[in-house]
């Protein structure tokens, strides 16, 4: 399979089996358009690009061909053995880590229901919080690093849960030969000079919520009075980011059906001086008026070729969705398999419950167990460990497969009412993202050269 697309200037194929990626000249371009596969006979390529002369498309086609023998061109779909897709007895390596089900905004796109998840206001005490850190030390079996996201609502909210936890988590690394990573995912409207010196000294990456444009992110990120939160967060997020070192963090935001035109809010977010950068597609049910529609596709897709474009012009900022690794090697795995919800990574709740994400908490047919509790829901996690591009039946003719491992689980829930049908619009935008990231990294091998 051979996908082939022209953007920012470049002529490009992928090479969907082998991970092979070609930056292509225009006739090269047309004649591979033109083979259907790689025994394609050359006289009906001739036949078909009248306005090529035979020898240039002879010379094109002979350069084909050497891809074609080099297993870099049309490679047999053995490229990897989906026996290796399945997950079997794997480590839980991941926690998302409700200390809070509750929020200081209303934030209307919220699909954690404005931040209690639809089972009411609630923080986690540290004795949850420290159960929480004992089930993942016992069941990340021989795995030495465990990443623990701090999340909510509104994670601030519980500070002192997140201090005492941080604390007894490093406390039991040396005996039981764990490293902890830490992640906090906030809204940012408590943090003060304190919490952000906590931040940047222990945890590894922060997530802060920022959807671009003051007017956007004061469409849907209001306080309960209703107030916007653009000009009480701001100047917090860029005191947090100037502290932060060499640590990660990223400004993620979300478009809506209300704000196709994202790209700015993109550049919003950067020309305030953040470098990492991701807004990202609403995950709404069909009848919210800014749930994203099949009409909108186009005007996303052309959204995210703008984009594009202006980073081909513009290097100082990042977009996450835009990054791409080409070389493919152990990533692999990870391509075919997904984020590995429900097995590999798991939420839990301030009372203690396990779900297989953040997006499937409150779906008690979902539910794998309790932290204060003995006993893993494995005939739940197995559905989950057993979702991959092979057992997704509609990304078997899809060229973005191994890059995309079929979407989001809950998304597609939402969507389709099934984890394992992909969602459509997700679908579409995905591969326009990633020929957008393919087109960058073409164009920016061109200006190497």
Request: aromatic share 8%; hydrophobic share 40%.
């Amino acid at each position: 399979m051979v996908h082939t697309f022209s953007l920012l200037g470049q002529h490009i194929a992928v090479d969907v089996n082998s991970g092979a990626v070609h930056i292509l000249d225009e006739i090269t371009y047309h004649v591979l358009r033109q083979m259907e596969e790689a025994a394609t006979p050359l006289d009906k390529i001739i036949a078909a690009l009248g306005q090529y002369s035979p020898e240039s498309i002879s010379e094109s086609y002979g350069e084909l061909q050497e891809l074609v023998a080099k297993g870099e061109l049309f490679a047999p779909a053995d490229y990897v053995d989906p026996a290796m897709a399945m997950i079997k007895n794997a480590p839980v390596k991941a926690l998302c880590l409700h200390v809070s089900h509750d929020c200081n905004l209303r934030c209307k796109y919220c699909f954690a229901a404005t931040g209690d998840f639809g089972t009411g206001r609630l923080l986690m005490d540290v004795e949850t919080a420290k159960a929480a850190i004992d089930f993942v030390i016992a069941r990340s079996g021989a795995r030495r690093n465990i990443d623990v996201d701090f999340f909510g609502g509104e994670p601030l909210m519980a500070m002192d849960v997140v201090r005492e936890t941080v604390a007894y988590a490093r406390s039991r690394e040396a005996e039981c030969g764990k490293c902890f990573r830490f992640t906090i995912t906030t809204n940012g409207v408590l943090l003060d000079d304190e919490t952000i010196e906590y931040i940047n000294r222990e945890m590894d990456n922060c997530v802060l919520s920022l959807d671009g444009r003051r007017e956007v992110n004061d469409r849907f990120r209001v306080s309960p009075n209703g107030k916007g939160s653009y000009d009480v967060i701001v100047p917090k997020f860029k005191k947090l980011v100037a502290g932060r070192g060499d640590k990660d963090f990223y400004l993620r935001g979300t478009f809506t059906h209300e704000n196709l035109d994202f790209a700015e809010d993109v550049l919003a977010i950067a020309d305030e001086g953040f470098q990492q950068i991701s807004v990202e597609p609403v995950s709404a049910e069909e009848n919210c008026d800014y749930a994203l529609r099949e009409e909108d596709l186009p005007a996303i897709c052309a959204e995210y070729e703008k984009l594009a474009q202006i980073m081909k012009e513009r290097h100082d900022f990042n977009f996450f969705h835009f990054n791409v690794d080409l070389t493919q090697g152990p990533c692999v795995i990870k391509r075919i398999r997904g984020c590995g919800a429900g097995c590999e990574y798991v939420a839990i709740t301030p009372e203690g419950d396990i779900y297989p994400c953040h997006q499937f908490v409150g779906r008690e047919e979902y539910k794998l167990g309790n932290v204060h509790k003995a006993g893993f829901n494995m005939e739940v996690s197995d559905q989950f460990a057993g979702l991959n591009i092979y057992t997704r039946k509609e990304c078997g003719d899809c060229w973005a497969k191994f890059y995309c491992t079929g979407g989001c689980s809950a998304s597609n829930l939402t969507v389709n009412g099934d984890i394992k049908t992909p969602n459509h619009i997700a679908c579409e935008m995905e591969r326009k993202r990633l020929e957008c990231a393919i087109a960058l990294k073409a164009a920016a091998a061109a200006e190497a050269d």
